[in-house]
């Protein structure tokens, strides 16, 4: 099976712009959820999309946002960049169940850098 | 709120043993072990329930302790390939599989040969 993919790999922006990335999740797989990535911070939960729905939400502002697609295919946008949204984002994928044992598999992530 | 995992980091001669704690303030249903090398995606090493259940997978074990919240992950006879940041990630009691993942800030170990 093939493993979860995030496109772009890499990712240079400037303050003020919005950016698009992509994940596809491992087939089968009905869950996608994304995670920030930073030294100081470390892996910090954004947001988790099942079924095309958000089903859950980390602490971030609204400036981020995704969606998920009938094919499971999730984008994660961000709108008006600052300096500090520079990070790894980091796809996860998972089988979707509601039980705490659904694993949770990552792509390899996008590194944006916003100038 | 964040699992608290110790140590930050620690070295070793390669086919020693370590031990990497994490911790939580609140109550935990699972404890998902995770190890990334640098420039990679975080890859899963084991899922541990409640219950007290010990795993493992190779030179690499784990445990659960419900009761003290607390997860340990135990690495016997370290390999350089070893060497990463691993992380555990927790769900919180009272949440469900629709939560998000909760990081701990990671354990460096470096293995030397």
């Known amino acids: 099976k093939a493993g979860v993919t995030q496109t772009p790999r890499y990712l240079i922006k400037t303050r003020g712009q919005q950016v698009t990335l992509s994940c596809s999740p491992i087939?089968?797989?009905?869950?996608v959820s994304w995670y920030q990535q930073t030294p100081g911070q470390g892996l910090q939960f954004l947001f988790e999309?099942?079924?095309?729905?958000?089903?859950n939400k980390g602490n971030f502002p609204g400036r981020f946002s995704g969606r998920q697609f009938s094919n499971s295919r999730s984008e994660m946008n961000v709108s008006t960049l600052e300096l500090g949204d520079s990070a790894l984002y980091l796809c996860?994928?998972?089988?979707?169940?509601?039980?705490?044992?659904?694993?949770?598999?990552f792509g390899p992530g996008t590194r944006l850098t916003v100038l | 709120q964040q699992p608290v995992q110790s140590p930050q980091a620690v070295i070793l001669r390669e086919g020693e043993d370590a031990v990497i704690n994490c911790s939580s303030s609140?109550?935990?249903?699972?404890v998902h072990w995770y190890r990334q090398k640098h420039g990679e995606a975080p890859v899963f090493l084991m899922i541990?329930?409640?219950?007290?259940e010990q795993k493992g997978h190779e030179k690499i074990s784990a445990s659960f302790n419900e009761k003290k919240q607390q997860s340990s992950l135990y690495l016997t006879a370290s390999q350089l390939s070893y060497s990463g940041t691993y992380f555990c990630?927790?769900?919180?009691?009272?949440?469900?599989?629709?939560?998000?993942?909760?990081f701990g800030k990671g354990t460096h170990l470096i293995i030397q040969p």
């Open positions: 996860a994928s998972s089988l979707g169940g509601t039980h705490q044992s659904d694993t949770q598999y």
């Open positions: 990630g927790a769900h919180p009691h009272s949440g469900g599989g629709a939560d998000g993942l909760t």
């Open positions: 999309y099942f079924s095309e729905t958000q089903r």
């Open positions: 541990l329930l409640k219950g007290g």
């Open positions: 087939s089968g797989h009905r869950s």
């Open positions: 609140k109550a935990l249903y699972s």
